[in-house]
């Protein structure tokens, strides 16, 4: 992923030089099972360890020149300085049991990041629905005026969504962290059983119970996936903002700084753009998602088709969620909420947004729901051409004969739609 959407604390985890560390630990924890079950001379792993250094730069000069090969450029370039201790490094196993093993290790310390994200963001949602709770707007349906709700109302939906996205993200972290020392096409040939329950046990993996030569690739399709859930949930929320920010809306407004500029050409412009990268990076990781799923399939016990797929598609993923979340949390953490545009916006249509309490009203008194929708739909057809809908209902011949005053009063009080708030929110722990 390009600097711009990678943060620091992502960005340590993908780099080559951390993708060697998490090689060399494997192939030390292999090294030590093979002593365990006395193959290897345990002076030899001594010796081995010592010498277990790597150069960056060495290795891809190797592969470039030498191997074609990253794995086999990393391993001769560890064992250079080992003399004939060196021939017990990666002894009896295949590069992807190095490799995959690696890589659960890799998608492990992502996915704590991301975890670390959902927290952050979650607990920001959470500060601001509680802040909310009772600002009062209008929920739309179709984009048209549906009925009230309020701003902390919206938001809990979304921190909802955030614990889902957590509670999947964390069930795919299980899923990818698996390690295998299986061999060239998975049967143990070469390498006993017990080494790769060994090295998963030491690494803090489990152990596949059965793999070819590569972990089968459902286990990261699924992880892929669940990052793409995330990422859209976060481009729904950000959708939300820059509607609400439309000029025409302007319920809500991006915090824009002193000096900020938000047009080269027309220096007005306010522009909610941080909301707009968050949703079209969304793009970007629901693409990764389809490279995932495609790379379930492999000829017979394994071909290469993954890898060149794999070493775009992990680091990128994860560093444009990580970057969305991080992002988005700023956003909502700085949003300017402007709960007078909102009250003047519910009103805008006056109380038609009261129909179907109108509606209820009849009913309970006695008419057919037929009955009732039409009573209240024919004052909403005088509303939509202008004419005040409580006052048409009030004066409505059907509903003088079944409606007190104040039952019409009643209908048309606002704060009937806030009266379930308090259970939805102690069953968020707001």
């Not at 992502?10 to 993708?19: D, G, I, P, S, Y």
């Not at 001594?46 to 794995?71: C, G, M, P, S, Y």
């Not at 005053?405 to 308090?422: A, C, S, V």
Request: proline fraction near 3%; glycine fraction near 6%.
């Amino acid at each position: 992923m390009i600097e711009r959407y990678t943060l620091p604390k992502m960005k340590a985890v993908w780099t080559l030089e951390n993708k060697f560390v998490r090689w060399l630990e494997v192939e030390l924890a292999i090294c030590e099972g093979w002593v365990e079950l006395g193959v290897v001379p345990r002076e030899s792993l001594e010796k081995i360890r010592a010498l277990a250094k790597f150069d960056v730069e060495r290795i891809l000069w190797i592969e470039q020149n030498e191997t074609q090969h990253d794995l086999m450029a990393f391993v001769k370039n560890v064992t250079e300085p080992m003399g004939e201790d060196g021939r017990f490094f990666h002894f009896g196993v295949t590069s992807y049991d190095v490799e995959d093993t690696a890589t659960g290790l890799l998608l492990g310390e992502a996915s704590d990041i991301i975890l670390e994200g959902i927290a952050r963001l979650s607990e920001v949602i959470r500060t601001r629905a509680r802040e909310h709770k009772k600002t009062m707007m209008i929920g739309r349906t179709h984009g048209i005026h549906a009925e009230p709700i309020t701003f902390g109302f919206k938001l809990a939906g979304w921190l909802y969504e955030m614990q889902r996205n957590r509670e999947r993200l964390e069930f795919a972290r299980e899923m990818v962290a698996y390690g295998k020392v299986s061999g060239a096409v998975g049967t143990y040939a070469n390498v006993d059983p017990r080494i790769q329950d060994y090295v998963c046990r030491k690494l803090g993996l489990k152990s596949a119970p059965v793999s070819t030569q590569i972990l089968q690739r459902d286990r990261h399709a699924q992880f892929i996936t669940t990052l793409a859930i995330l990422s859209s949930s976060m481009e729904r929320f950000a959708t939300e903002v820059r509607n609400l920010q439309r000029t025409e809306i302007r319920e809500v407004q991006e915090y824009f700084a002193a000096g900020q500029r938000g047009s080269s050409a027309m220096p007005h412009k306010r522009n909610p753009w941080r909301s707009e990268q968050v949703s079209g990076l969304a793009r970007v990781v629901r693409s990764y998602a389809v490279a995932a799923l495609e790379n379930i399939v492999t000829w017979h016990e394994r071909d290469l088709s993954n890898s060149s797929v794999e070493r775009v598609i992990f680091p990128d993923a994860c560093a444009v969620v990580d970057y969305q979340l991080h992002t988005f949390a700023r956003i909502l953490e700085r949003l300017v909420v402007q709960p007078d545009q909102m009250q003047t916006n519910l009103e805008k249509m006056g109380d038609l947004t009261s129909s179907e309490q109108v509606m209820l009203a009849l009913i309970y008194k006695g008419l057919t729901r037929e009955e009732a929708y039409k009573v209240a739909q024919r004052n909403a057809a005088r509303a939509w051409e202008g004419e005040d809908f409580q006052s048409c209902v009030r004066s409505d011949p059907e509903t003088q004969r079944f409606l007190t005053p104040e039952e019409i009063d009643h209908i048309f009080d606002r704060q009937h739609h806030l009266k379930n708030l308090d259970v939805v929110f102690e069953r968020l722990g707001i």
